[in-house]
C-alpha cells in the first residue's frame, strides 16, 4: 500500500484541470484490485459526510473523520453482519467486537444508540488503529490532488479545486464509491448479507431517533410547522432536514426543522422555496448568537449547499399548500 507509513503529505499546487481530478478518482477505483480492506472507501465516504463541516481553511481534524468512520462501519459491522477483510479480522472489527464486549452491549446495536461517551471511546480508538493505514495510502492513491494531512497536527485539508469538485459532482462520487465498495464486499459475504449492498452503506450513518434535535428545537422556537404556519405539538411534529438528508448525509442541528407530518411526508427529498432558506438562515443566526450554532458563517454555508444541491440534480422545488408567514415564527 503505498503512502500508509507517511506522517505527513501535501497535495500538489499546481492548477490541474477537471479531467485530472476525475482521474484521481477513477485511478483509485481502478486500484480496487490490490485492496485488502475496505477502509479507503470509508475514508472517502467519511471526508464525504464531513464535506460541509470543514473550517474556513477547509480542514477536518481526524476526530471529525474518524467519528463518522467509527459510525459507518459500527454499523456495518455489527447490524449488517458485513465482513471487511477477506481473511482474518481487521483491527476495525475487532475494536468493535471488543467495545461490544466491554460494555456489554446487545446483539445488533446500532451506533447512534450509544452514549456520548462510548462514543468518544470507540471513535478514538478506531482513529488511532486505523489513521496508520489509510489517510496515506488515499492521499497517494489520489495522486496527491485530494488533500494535505498532519498525523501529529492530526488533521487534513483539502485542495481548493478538489473541494469544488468534489461539491459539484458530489452524488456521483458518492454513487461510484459504493459501487465499487458493494462490489468488494459482495467478493467476500454470504449472499444473505450481501443484499441491499448499496443501500446497507448509503444508511450506514443514518440515525433515525432525531428526538434529541425535535427537544432543541421545541423549546427554543418552533410550536409551528417551519413550512405551513401550522400550530403542532411534541406528539405530534416531525425533524425535517431542511436539506434533505440523501443529499448531505450528516445531522447538524442548522440543518433541522420542526414540520407538520404533512408537510414533512410531502416535501420529502426535495428542495424548499428560497424563501425558507432566508428562513433558515435567520433562525441559525439566532442560535448562532445563542451559542446553540458555534459556526459563524451558517448563514453561507448553507446557502452554499442549497445550490450544490440543485446542481447535483435536486431540482424540484416544493412549496408547502399553504405558506408560514416567511417572518412568522
Ligand atoms: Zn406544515
Not at 70 to 81: D, P, R, S
Not at 178 to 195: K, M, Q, T, V
Not at 223 to 246: A, Q
Request: charged content about 30%.
Amino acid at each position: 500500500m503505498p503512502g500508509y507509513n507517511l506522517k505527513e503529505g501535501f497535495y500538489r499546487e499546481e492548477h490541474v484541470s477537471d479531467d485530472e481530478l476525475w482521474a484521481a478518482f477513477t485511478s483509485l477505483f481502478s486500484s480496487q484490485a490490490t485492496m485488502v480492506s475496505s477502509y479507503k472507501y470509508g475514508f472517502l465516504k467519511a471526508i464525504i459526510d464531513n464535506l460541509y463541516n470543514t473550517d474556513e481553511e477547509l480542514q477536518l481534524s481526524f476526530k471529525q473523520l474518524f467519528s463518522k468512520f467509527a459510525e459507518i462501519y459500527w454499523n456495518l459491522i455489527l447490524k449488517y453482519h458485513l465482513k471487511q477483510q477477506s481473511k482474518k479480522k481487521t483491527y476495525l472489527e475487532q475494536i468493535i467486537h471488543d467495545s461490544v464486549h466491554k460494555y456489554a452491549l446487545p446483539d445488533g446495536i446500532p451506533y447512534e444508540s450509544l452514549t456520548d461517551d462510548m462514543m468518544d471511546d470507540v471513535s478514538y480508538q478506531v482513529k488511532q488503529k486505523c489513521k496508520k493505514y489509510v489517510i496515506g495510502a488515499l492521499f497517494e492513491d489520489t495522486k496527491r490532488l485530494f488533500y494535505s494531512f498532519s498525523k501529529k497536527e492530526e488533521k487534513i485539508k483539502i485542495k481548493p479545486e478538489m473541494y469544488t469538485f468534489i461539491c459539484k459532482h458530489k452524488v456521483a462520487i458518492e454513487k461510484l464509491n459504493y459501487y465499487e465498495w458493494a462490489r468488494f464486499l459482495e467478493r467476500i459475504n454470504e449472499s444473505g448479507e450481501a443484499d441491499h449492498l448499496l443501500s446497507k452503506i448509503d444508511e450506514s450513518a443514518k440515525r433515525s431517533n432525531l428526538s434529541f434535535y425535535r427537544d432543541i428545537l421545541f423549546q427554543e422556537f418552533e410550536n409551528k410547522c417551519f413550512y405551513c404556519g401550522r400550530p403542532v405539538t411534541k406528539d405530534y411534529v416531525e425533524v425535517d432536514h431542511f436539506i434533505p438528508w440523501s443529499f448531505i448525509k450528516d445531522d447538524q442541528i442548522w440543518n433541522f426543522v420542526l414540520a407538520c407530518p404533512e408537510c414533512n411526508s410531502k416535501k420529502r427529498d426535495k428542495l424548499a422555496q428560497v424563501g425558507f432558506l432566508n428562513k433558515i438562515c435567520e433562525r441559525n443566526e439566532i442560535m448562532v448568537g445563542k451559542k446553540q450554532i458555534d459556526s459563524p458563517d451558517i448563514s453561507k454555508r448553507i446557502k452554499m449547499i442549497y445550490n450544490w444541491a440543485q446542481k447535483n440534480g435536486y431540482d424540484k422545488i416544493w412549496t408547502p399548500r399553504k405558506v408560514a408567514l416567511l417572518n412568522d415564527r
